[in-house]
């Protein structure tokens, strides 16, 4: 058959009550009883050649304003390619390109997505509501991914992938329980109430995938009153949310709040006003429910009564 093209072109499209629906039929629905992962089987579609292509000068998401988005896709044989794929959220560029091989059990995909400057605050009113008002501040990614298959064993074999985030002027007050419940565990040890309602302003991570493991290099999570900064492996499970977690955290507090509890052996930090704890604390658990493991024995015999070293 003879190639299909179609084409939409828009001045202003608004999909608020679409994804107004979306939402409140994942409400309604009824979660599936976990059984074994199997792959999806091959998608025959009905078209053989198709292309399309994409040009919308604004889109209307609830809070979310989209501007000159223009895309092209092709589909050949069962194959889906998107690129370019460019649009504005607000002023800031974002682009993407995805392939997509529909013709294999599992399907086959690389995907790419890059950033800059996005607004923080109607990405997350309008796709997490229960956080909206709460987070605001800019975020920069850059995202590159690519593998074959959907359930854990195929992520463990085939996933490669790289992604660099980073977000800045967050101020926002942790409020998820479990993120909260890590914060609240090593306040309650330091005994500093600032570490656990210090509003976040910074959020930066590294990750590297490849051969069944993620590269944590490094994740950092910085406020008025610390910085966290975990590295390490973690070694993807046949169940993703299985995959056990064992980072080491180098945890800095704003030097005054170090003095007041008063603790032996602090160092320098590379930023300034801020002094390094000795190691204590680490990441532990799965992916899927990660906690914060503390060497409580060691904060013992590290807290003392004389005055903290000067900060240099």
Avoid at 140 to 169: M, V
């Amino acid at each position: 058959p003879a190639p299909a093209t179609c084409s939409l072109r828009a001045t202003v499209l608004d999909l608020t009550p679409l994804l107004d629906f979306a939402t409140v039929w994942e409400s309604e629905d009824t979660p599936a009883a976990p059984g074994p992962e199997v792959e999806p089987d091959p998608v025959e579609l009905p078209l053989r050649q198709l292309t399309a292509e994409l040009q919308v000068q604004r889109l209307y998401l609830r809070d979310l304003v989209l501007r000159d988005w223009t895309a092209r896709a092709e589909l050949r044989n069962g194959q889906i390619s998107i690129q370019p794929c460019t649009l504005r959220v607000d002023d800031a560029p974002v682009s993407a390109t995805l392939r997509l091989d529909l013709t294999r059990p599992g399907y086959a995909y690389e995907f790419g997505l890059d950033a800059s400057g996005v607004h923080l605050r109607p990405l997350v009113d309008t796709f997490a509501p229960e956080y909206a008002g709460q987070i605001q501040g800019d975020l920069l990614a850059r995202l590159q991914f690519s593998g074959a298959g959907i359930t854990g064993p195929s992520l463990q074999r085939h996933l490669r992938g790289q992604a660099a985030l980073d977000t800045t002027n967050l101020n926002f007050q942790v409020v998820t329980p479990r993120a909260k419940k890590l914060l609240t565990a090593l306040a309650t040890a330091l005994r500093l109430e600032a570490l656990a309602t210090s509003p976040l302003n910074t959020l930066s991570a590294r990750l590297d995938i490849a051969d069944g493991q993620v590269h944590v290099r490094p994740f950092t999570a910085g406020s008025a009153a610390f910085w966290a900064t975990a590295e390490g492996v973690i070694r993807l499970a046949p169940v993703l949310t299985n995959s056990p977690v064992d980072l080491p955290v180098q945890l800095a507090l704003r030097a005054d709040l170090a003095r007041q509890i008063k603790l032996a052996q602090l160092t320098p930090s590379s930023r300034t006003n801020f002094l390094n704890l000795p190691p204590l604390v680490k990441i532990k658990g799965t992916l899927g429910s990660p906690e914060t493991e503390i060497d409580k024995l060691r904060l013992a015999c590290l807290l003392y009564t004389s005055p903290s070293p000067r900060d240099s």
